[in-house]
C-alpha cells in the first residue's frame, strides 16, 4: 500500500482519534500542512469564510425545511377542516356543498362547524351564513 492508500484506509476504517495518534508518514504531512496553514492569516481566514458560508448555507436550508414543514402543516389542516365539513354537510343536507363552501372565509367556515348543528336545511345554513357577510 502507498501512503496515500493508507490514509484513505485510515480514514475508512478507524476512529476519528486513531487518525491522529497515527504515526504514518502521510498523516504526519498532512497534520504539519493543517498546522502550516493555521498560521497563515490569510490562506485561514480564506478557509473559515468558505467554511463559514457553507455552515450558512447549509442552516439556511434548515431554516427554510423547517418554515416550510410549518406552513405545510397549516395548509394540511386547513385541508382537513374542509374536507372533515363537506362530509358533514353530504351527510346531513345530501348536497354537494363543495363549491359554495370553497368560495367561504375562515371565519364563515368556523360558523359552517357550529350551524351545522342547528339549521334543518342546506338553505338556511346558507341564509345564515351570508347574514354574517
Not at 13 to 22: A, C, E, M, T
Not at 63 to 80: A, N
Amino acid at each position: 500500500m502507498n501512503d496515500f492508500e493508507q490514509l484513505v484506509y485510515l480514514f475508512e476504517n478507524n476512529g476519528k482519534n486513531d487518525i491522529l495518534k497515527s504515526k504514518e508518514r502521510l498523516v504526519k504531512v498532512f497534520m504539519d500542512k493543517y498546522e502550516e496553514m493555521q498560521k497563515d492569516d490569510e490562506l485561514w481566514s480564506t478557509a473559515m469564510a468558505i467554511q463559514m458560508g457553507e455552515a450558512r448555507y447549509r442552516y439556511g436550508l434548515e431554516d427554510s425545511f423547517e418554515e416550510g414543514k410549518i406552513e405545510g402543516e397549516k395548509i394540511g389542516i386547513q385541508k382537513g377542516r374542509i374536507s372533515l365539513l363537506l362530509k358533514l354537510l353530504k351527510s346531513k343536507y345530501h348536497e354537494d356543498c363543495s363549491a359554495w363552501l370553497l368560495s367561504l372565509n375562515d371565519e364563515q367556515m368556523e360558523a359552517v362547524s357550529s350551524l351545522i348543528l342547528v339549521c334543518n336545511s342546506f338553505q338556511e345554513l346558507k341564509n345564515q351564513v351570508t347574514i354574517m357577510k
